[in-house]
């Protein structure tokens, strides 16, 4: 069962000579549960498509449906609700709130939404992040791959369909790179959640069941990975 189906998506900046095509007529499915790396380099439209994907960005034309639901047929309010509830957005700089806790701010979407929290879940959450002990911690007091374990939390808490990671391992060592890509792909499996990583890493491409390679807003290949 495809969770993503893309239809001549595209998406152009500007107007004129500095007119921009991010995006060139880009079409392709996504089954349920899958983990595919997105790959291209500086400019090629990739982050665009990620945005777009997770209700952030209006294409100027094509469809995105997501379980079914045509994503831009809806009002702003009903897009705002849409993406608390249906996609979780990894970003490389965390975006936490400074005076949030570790908990506040994973459990921030579900508050939003007026929803009482899973503290069963939640404490499931934190141990599979390795935050246990550290619920009351800033983010200031944290490690950066321990702000981007709370960042992967606050996408997961909400249960979403699709988990989207723009450069997740970006702004992190080696051995954080690591780690954080392992909990991705635990939370895949465990969760049955599609995954879908923008990176600049191959090792990191290699790891995901597909590959797909974006240059001047075009798919330029689309492959599997054998394992």
Same mark, same amino acid.
């Given at each position: 069962?495809?969770?993503?189906?893309?239809?001549?998506?595209?998406?152009?900046?500007?107007?004129?000579?500095?007119?921009?095509?991010?995006? =060139?007529?880009?079409?392709?499915?996504?089954?349920?549960? @899958?983990?595919?790396?997105?790959?291209?380099?500086?400019?090629?439209?990739?982050?665009?498509?990620?945005?777009?994907?997770?209700?952030?960005?209006?294409? *100027?034309?094509?469809?995105?449906?997501?379980?079914?639901?045509?994503?831009?047929?809806? =009002?702003?309010?009903? %897009?705002?609700?849409?993406?608390?509830? @249906?996609?979780?957005?990894?970003? @490389?700089?965390?975006?936490?709130?400074?005076?949030?806790?570790? *908990?506040?701010?994973?459990?921030?979407?579900?508050?939003?939404?007026?929803?009482?929290?899973?503290?069963?879940?939640?404490?499931?959450? %934190?141990?599979?992040?390795?935050?246990?002990?550290?619920?009351?911690?800033?983010?200031?007091?944290?490690?950066?791959?321990?702000?981007?374990?709370?960042? !992967?939390?606050?996408?997961?808490?909400?249960?979403?369909?699709?988990?989207?990671?723009?450069?997740?391992?970006?702004?992190? =060592?080696?051995?954080?790179?690591?780690?954080?890509?392992? %909990?991705?792909?635990?939370?895949?499996?465990?969760?049955?959640?599609?995954?879908?990583? &923008?990176?600049?890493?191959?090792?990191?491409?290699? @790891?995901?069941?597909?590959?797909?390679? &974006?240059?001047?807003?075009? !798919?330029?290949?689309?492959?599997?990975?054998?394992?």
């Amino acid at each position: 069962m495809d969770i993503l189906k893309i239809e001549n998506l595209s998406k152009i900046y500007g107007e004129g000579e500095n007119q921009v095509k991010a995006l =060139d007529n880009v079409s392709f499915t996504v089954p349920k549960g @899958q983990f595919v790396a997105i790959i291209g380099p500086s400019g090629s439209g990739k982050s665009t498509l990620l945005h777009i994907l997770g209700g952030v960005d209006r294409p *100027t034309s094509g469809k995105v449906y997501l379980g079914g639901q045509d994503v831009y047929a809806q =009002d702003e309010d009903r %897009l705002a609700i849409f993406r608390r509830r @249906q996609v979780g957005l990894i970003y @490389q700089f965390y975006n936490l709130i400074p005076v949030l806790n570790v *908990t506040e701010n994973i459990t921030l979407p579900v508050l939003m939404d007026g929803k009482k929290v899973d503290k069963k879940y939640l404490s499931e959450l %934190l141990s599979l992040l390795s935050l246990k002990g550290r619920e009351k911690h800033l983010p200031n007091e944290l490690s950066g791959g321990q702000q981007q374990r709370v960042s !992967i939390g606050r996408a997961l808490i909400n249960n979403p369909a699709v988990m989207l990671a723009d450069e997740p391992t970006g702004n992190l =060592d080696s051995k954080n790179s690591c780690e954080i890509v392992e %909990l991705l792909k635990a939370s895949n499996k465990k969760y049955g959640q599609t995954l879908i990583i &923008i990176t600049h890493d191959e090792s990191i491409a290699l @790891q995901a069941d597909r590959i797909i390679s &974006i240059n001047d807003g075009r !798919i330029e290949s689309d492959r599997l990975i054998n394992k």
